[in-house]
């Protein structure tokens, strides 16, 4: 994908997808939903803030069967009217409740809707092997180095773990041997279940035919958790560009590869701010990751430059944290049977903002490109017109 034609061009894979999981994993979600009628229409009595009360401690609505994530709820507490602060939990979902359905378009409801029914009857029926998967147990979950890190919550922590073997992609050990083994355990388990059910499940996203979404089957709030506690303060430090520090939700699911499962991953990018990726294992050969630059939606089908150009060999329980604007894919898994845990992060926030950018210079590669070029066109005209200046004060 060199633009002057100067690499080989087996390199160049196929313009990326936008390898989305369509607009219900967008949402959030819970697993049922709160009492009320979502169809009467809202008359607003009382306006939102125009600033956030930052001294405001929001409840926690983790326990809570909602139909928007919980994490935006919290969010959106700090900008209630001083009036609701003080009003029972029940209240304030519900007053904050009817001012995201006015913006959520009928068809996105119905949709949403469908998707509740969905995971709640998988929920209702599934028997998890594993329970202490369901909640967070970080002693238990986590490589000792990276929960360090984690507690003592500074850039030197993080950079102390954490390698960058190409510009924008960290990798560093994360899980503990057991925990991929319990997931795996889960995983096969769900699937074993899907199987002699007879249940029709979503797949993770567009582009594998293979996998689970882990969200459906109960795991959304320890991913939550995850995200929130693990990967939001990571974020914050070296992905604050693209909303690191205001991650908000999230898409959990597994892919699996080998025989009689999918074979590579065509070239992309994701549907996330940033992108959380583990192998869990199992015994495999091939399977590499392949990156190839950061780019907005203008510049996704520009071209890579040298430095851009990286493959990455997946080591179960280590963890590959990249933006979900970097273009990617996977090449073959050539033997054996691979399977990863992908945690796509999202920034509602960040989202917005984008609608009314039209430079990406501070992360992506092309729109830092051209920026230089103007600059340096610039600096050119301006040596040229002082020439002339020059010139004409010597005739």
Not at 77 to 87: D, G, H, K, T
Request: one cysteine or more.
């Amino acid at each position: 994908m060199s633009t002057d034609g100067s690499a080989d061009r087996r390199e160049d894979p196929p313009p990326p997808q936008n390898n989305g999981s369509g607009a219900i994993a967008s949402i959030g979600g819970g697993n049922g939903v709160v009492s009320g009628d979502s169809s009467r229409p809202f008359v607003p009595s009382q306006r939102l803030r125009l600033n956030p009360n930052k001294d405001h401690k929001p409840d926690n609505y983790d326990d809570l069967q909602l139909d928007f994530n919980p994490s935006i709820f919290s969010s959106l507490e700090r900008y209630l009217p001083p009036s609701m602060l003080s009003v029972s939990r029940e209240a304030k979902v519900q007053f904050m409740r009817e001012i995201l359905l006015r913006y959520l378009p009928q068809g996105e409801q119905t949709r949403a809707q469908r998707h509740r029914e969905y995971r709640q009857k998988i929920i209702s029926n599934y028997q998890p092997l594993h329970r202490e998967l369901y909640a967070m147990h970080p002693a238990t979950f986590f490589a000792p180095q990276f929960l360090k890190a984690i507690n003592d919550n500074t850039e030197e922590s993080f950079r102390s773990i954490m390698s960058e073997p190409s510009p924008g992609v960290y990798t560093f050990e994360m899980f503990q041997p057991h925990f991929c083994e319990l997931l795996l355990h889960e995983v096969e388990n769900f699937e074993n279940w899907v199987n002699e059910a007879k249940f029709r499940i979503m797949r993770p996203n567009t582009m594998n035919k293979f996998g689970a979404v882990l969200d459906d089957f109960g795991l959304e709030t320890m991913l939550d958790k995850l995200m929130e506690g693990f990967i939001r303060p990571i974020s914050k430090v070296f992905f604050s560009e693209v909303g690191g520090s205001t991650l908000d939700s999230h898409h959990g699911f597994v892919v699996e590869y080998g025989k009689d499962r999918d074979v590579d991953l065509g070239f992309h990018v994701d549907d996330s701010e940033v992108t959380l990726n583990v192998c869990l294992g199992k015994e495999f050969s091939g399977g590499e990751l392949f990156f190839r630059g950061t780019r907005c939606d203008k510049h996704v089908n520009t071209g890579s430059q040298s430095e851009e150009i990286f493959d990455y060999s997946h080591v179960p329980g280590k963890a590959v944290l990249h933006r979900g604007r970097h273009r990617h894919g996977a090449r073959a898994t050539t033997a054996g049977h691979r399977i990863n845990l992908l945690l796509w992060c999202r920034s509602s926030i960040f989202r917005e903002m984008k609608k009314y950018q039209k430079d990406f210079s501070s992360w992506c590669g092309e729109c830092n490109r051209e920026k230089n070029e103007r600059q340096r066109m610039s600096i050119a005209a301006t040596k040229l017109e002082l020439l002339r200046r020059e010139g004409e004060s010597t005739t």
